[in-house]
C-alpha cells in the first residue's frame, strides 16, 4: 500500500531541509571553516527560521488549496499508475519552493559564525630535554657540547653574575603566561563570535604587552649564560613574531565586528605568524632549559611562554 499523501509531502519537506543544510555547509566550508561539523552548531535562531520559511513556502504554493500535490504525483508513481507530464508538473510545483530555499540556504551559508582554528603548540613542540639526543647546533665561543648533541652550560667565571642573568630571564618568562592565557580566552571568543568588542580590546592589550616583553628580552644581559646571545636572539624574535600575530588577529576581530564573522586573510595571516613564533620558542627553549637545570629554575614548554 502506497503511504498517505500527507507522508509524502512531509518526506518532501524533510528533503527541503537537508538540501538547505547541505548548502550552508557548503557555503561555510567555502568560506573557510575547518571542520563541517562545526558549522551547525554556530547556527543561529534566525537561521533556523528561514528553514522553517522553505517548508512554508512549500506548503502555501503547493499543498494548501491544491488539488494534486508533489506528494500526489509520488504516490501516484509509487503505485506505478503516474501520468504523462506528472514529472514536468512537479517540477513546476516545486519551482517556487527550490529558488526560495535556495536563497534563505545562501543567506544562512554567508552569515553563519565560523569557527576558528588557532594553531597552538603541541606536546611534540616542546623542548627536548638534554637527554633525548636531539642534535643542536653547539656555539663556537662557549666550549664543547655535550655527548647527546645538547649544548650543556659551561660555568661562568662569575656564579652570581650567571644567577642573576639567569633569574633576570625566568621572570621575564614568568610574566608571558598572563599575556598568552588572555590571548586564548580572546581567540575562542572571536571563534565563537562572541564578546567581540571585548575579545578585540583584550587582544590589542596582548600586542602591547607582547612589544614591551619583545624590549625587555632585547635588553637582557646574556653575557654570563651559555649561547646568551643566540639564545636571546630566538626569545626576541618569538615574542616579536607572536606580538604581529596578535596584530593580525586584532585585525580579524575587527573585521568580524564590521563584516561579519568568517575566516579571513587576518586570520589566516595570524597563524603563519604563529607557527613562526612557535619555532622561535622552540630553539629558545633547547637552550634555555639546560641552563635553567643548572640553576635549579622551572624549565618550560612552549605552552608555558
Known sequence: MAAPVLLWDLLLCAVLVVGWLLVVLLLALARGAPNASLVPGGLRPWHHLLAVLAVAVYLATTVW????TPGHLLARATRGVGLAGDLARMVRLLMPTLVVTLAVAFVAGMTVPLPATVPWPEATSAPPRADDGVPVEASSTHGSSSTTGVETPMPSDDPGAL????????ALLAGSVTSRNDLAAALAAVGQC?????SLTLLQSVARQRRAQRDRAEALTVDALADGPAMRGHLVSAFAHSGDADDAYAAWAQHSI?????LDANWRRGNRLSNQAQ????????RWNPIARSCELPTRTVRDI
Do not use: M
Not at 488549496?65 to 494534486?68: K, L, M
Not at 562572541?194 to 571585548?198: F, G, H
Not at 619555532?279 to 633547547?286: C, H, Q, S, V
Open 194 to 198: 562572541r564578546d567581540l568588542n571585548r
Open 163 to 170: 644567577r642573576a642573568q639567569a633569574e633576570g630571564v625566568d
Open 279 to 286: 619555532a622561535a620558542k622552540t630553539e629558545f627553549l633547547r
Open 65 to 68: 488549496g491544491a488539488d494534486e
Open 258 to 262: 564590521s563584516s561579519g564573522c568568517s
